[in-house]
């Protein structure tokens, strides 16, 4: 089946250490974005790449980085200039058709707490 | 710059009742796309609905709806007939055609359906 695999799902960091959230697509999208929510809160989105080997900072971008080495996956890193990385983070991907309709496809999410 | 309002931090409704969720959006790009998400506790984003901004009808998909009034910029979601599945978060999220077409998203509102 076609989708978008995060992981892991729950994640525990230690205070200065970074970690890397996976998220793979196989739907053959171009377009990959990450967002960050806050409990009770909307989606922030923190990088986006159209295209491989090339991605564009979101609205919170600081203390994160990412790659696009593959067109199917796109991992986040939270660094630790990060000062508050307990979050719930979000992987989507979407066709860059240049269509308005397509919608986005999310991964499951990986919950992230600092410990 | 694109804005997502979402006045509604939570929604209770009787089980069998019509709700709307409000969802209004602030954008100078004339071609744009509005989406609903809806966002069960198990964290997963599920699409519900489009509306591109020169569709002449209202969208509808099953029991959603969307009330679109463009000269107001407003997207609001109706549900008909709620059900006790349909407790969750609910997210509006606006596309330009312009810049990188990346998908912005509103505070969320937050339904619960009462028995």
Request: with cysteine.
């Amino acid at each position: 089946d076609g989708g978008i695999t995060q992981s892991p799902k729950y994640l525990f960091r230690k205070e200065g250490q970074n970690v890397t959230l996976s998220c793979e697509q196989n739907l053959n999208h171009d377009a990959m974005y990450w967002y960050r929510q806050d409990p009770g809160q909307g989606l922030r989105l923190i990088y986006y790449s159209q295209i491989v080997n090339d991605f564009q900072k979101g609205d919170i971008a600081e203390g994160y980085s990412v790659s696009r080495e593959k067109k199917e996956s796109f991992p986040l890193t939270v660094t630790s200039a990060q000062k508050n990385p307990t979050a719930f983070y979000l992987c989507a991907s979407s066709p860059e058709d240049g269509r308005m309709n397509t919608e986005a496809f999310f991964g499951q999410g990986t919950r992230l707490t600092v410990v | 710059a694109q804005k997502i309002t979402q006045t509604q931090p939570g929604m209770f409704v009787q089980e069998k009742e019509a709700v709307t969720l409000d969802c209004t959006y602030d954008t100078s790009d004339p071609s744009y796309g509005l989406f609903w998400y809806k966002q069960p506790s198990s964290g997963e984003m599920i699409f519900l609905i489009y509306q591109g901004s020169y569709d002449q009808q209202n969208a509808t998909e099953g029991r959603y709806s969307l009330n679109f009034q463009k000269a107001r910029k407003s997207a609001n979601l109706v549900i008909s007939a709620s059900q006790l599945g349909d407790s969750a978060m609910y997210f509006c999220a606006m596309r330009e055609i312009q810049g990188a077409q990346k998908l912005v998203f509103g505070q969320g509102t937050r339904l619960t359906i009462n028995p």
